[in-house]
């Protein structure tokens, strides 16, 4: 009896080291492909649900309620041939934060360079020294960004070995014509920018802020209002430092797509005394949200 209790022990250990890193909903949109086997987009969602999810990533142990929540859409536009999709990937993940129950975007991208090939009940099977499939190499280089992104909120530049190897991906990726997004002169907003951004020395203001604007700012916000918020701004002065080296770099976009409502928010709930400073530093960083930033200042006077 005390062999088999060992023995059921050393299972539910194993699986608790064995918790893969990213809890990932997956969506396909196919609406605008018509005529066609609708049972194949069926099997292409469990395709990359179960590589999303049973995928070990890394050798971070992880438990089940650490987790990445994230989201992957993939909206279908045109089909190429029997087998071949283009479209867009769209990719959001969600950081918790400490005693609370608001989960903070980390990252909302909209990638419109997605092109690939799928078989139906076709098996996905990384392998990170060469370029298999461009539906492959994509997934799982937005794992890699996701996980990466998230390790940057918990550890000082956690995040550098998983953008590392999202770096391999584009690496071996580039040599396939077929498939865009991976190579820097395709456009100035994608797959191999957002890499290269995070692993530039420029953007290290930009990635330790991301520390410290969670760690020592929303993790604190709920029971330290005041100094949660100067660490939020002093984390926002950080990105700042990184775009004056790089204007209207790629990082800086994925940025505040994911952050400007949050940060609306948390400047609009309570007062501070450089409020009027900040919305101007923020609109010659990010102009494109020029009239969130505005609000703040419109909230601030009620």
């Known amino acids: 009896m005390l062999k088999l209790y060992t023995v059921v022990l050393l299972f539910l250990f194993s699986l608790q080291l064995g918790a893969q890193e990213l809890n990932c909903r997956i969506q396909i949109n196919s609406q605008q492909i018509k005529g066609t086997n609708r049972q194949k987009f069926t099997s292409m969602r469990t395709s990359i649900f179960e590589f999303m999810n049973t995928n070990r990533w890394t050798t971070d142990i992880y438990s089940n309620e650490e987790r990445i929540e994230c989201n992957i859409i993939i909206n279908l536009t045109s089909e190429v041939g029997a087998n071949g999709y283009k479209g867009s990937i769209t990719v959001k993940s969600t950081r918790p934060i400490y005693r609370a129950s608001y989960n903070s975007p980390v990252l909302n991208i909209i990638d419109t360079d997605l092109s690939f090939e799928y078989v139906e009940n076709q098996s996905l099977e990384f392998n990170e020294h060469n370029h298999s499939s461009n539906l492959i190499s994509v997934l799982a280089y937005y794992a890699y960004v996701i996980i990466g992104?998230?390790?940057d909120t918990f550890i000082p530049?956690?995040?550098?070995?998983?953008?590392?190897?999202?770096?391999?991906i584009i690496n071996n990726a580039?040599?396939?014509?077929k498939a865009s997004g991976w190579k820097p002169y395709e456009s100035t907003f994608n797959r191999y920018w957002l890499v290269e951004n995070l692993l530039h020395n420029d953007f290290k203001p930009l990635r330790n802020g991301m520390y410290s604007y969670h760690i020592d700012g929303l993790d604190v916000l709920g029971d330290q209002a005041e100094a949660g918020r100067d660490e939020i701004t002093a984390a926002l002065y950080n990105v700042k430092s990184s775009a004056d080296k790089k204007q209207n770099a790629y990082l800086l976009k994925?940025?505040?797509d994911a952050k400007a409502t949050e940060i609306?928010?948390?400047?609009?709930d309570g007062f501070i005394?450089?409020?009027?400073?900040?919305?101007?530093?923020?609109?010659?960083?990010d102009p494109s949200n020029a009239t969130k930033w505005e609000r703040m200042l419109q909230e601030q006077g009620k």
């Open 273 to 285: 005394t450089n409020k009027s400073e900040l919305v101007q530093m923020l609109k010659q960083v």
């Open 157 to 168: 530049l956690g995040g550098e070995e998983a953008f590392l190897k999202a770096n391999k």
């Open 264 to 268: 609306t928010k948390i400047y609009s």
């Open 174 to 177: 580039q040599g396939d014509n």
């Open 149 to 151: 992104m998230d390790n």
């Open 254 to 256: 994925v940025f505040f």
